[in-house]
């Protein structure tokens, strides 16, 4: 089964940085796309970035040059560089992929932002 960890969230000042990880098991990491999504308390879940398999990347308007997302394939690992982080980033962040049809997630890491 696929597996999913997210890790590296935390409470963080406004203007401050994160880097979130999101270890990827039992899958062939290095053909999928992976995506982060985000869920801020009583939103919908929402797509921040997406980083294709040759490494393309695309991100939501309200994030763009203020995240990065990477992928390591030697380790199945995809990241995500948050700088410049403001209140409105609070929420869960998701790693999510796709492998014939089926969406597999993990279980969130909390980002909180204070002001």
């Known amino acids: 089964q696929v597996q999913l960890v997210e890790s590296g969230g935390g409470l963080v000042q406004a203007g401050g940085s994160l880097r979130l990880s999101c270890a990827a098991s039992?899958?062939?990491?290095?053909?999928?796309?992976m995506h982060w999504f985000r869920q801020a308390p009583g939103k919908q879940r929402d797509l921040v970035a997406t980083?294709?398999?040759?490494?393309?990347?695309n991100y939501a308007d309200s994030v763009k040059g203020r995240f990065t997302i990477s992928r390591d394939n030697t380790k199945n690992m995809v990241y995500l560089q948050m700088n410049s982080l403001k209140p409105e980033d609070t929420a869960v962040y998701y790693c999510?992929?796709?492998?014939?049809?089926?969406?597999?997630w993990g279980k969130g890491t909390l980002v909180t932002v204070s002001s």
């Open positions: 039992r899958i062939i990491f290095s053909g999928n796309a």
């Open positions: 999510q992929t796709t492998i014939t049809g089926m969406g597999y």
């Open positions: 980083i294709t398999s040759s490494g393309s990347t």
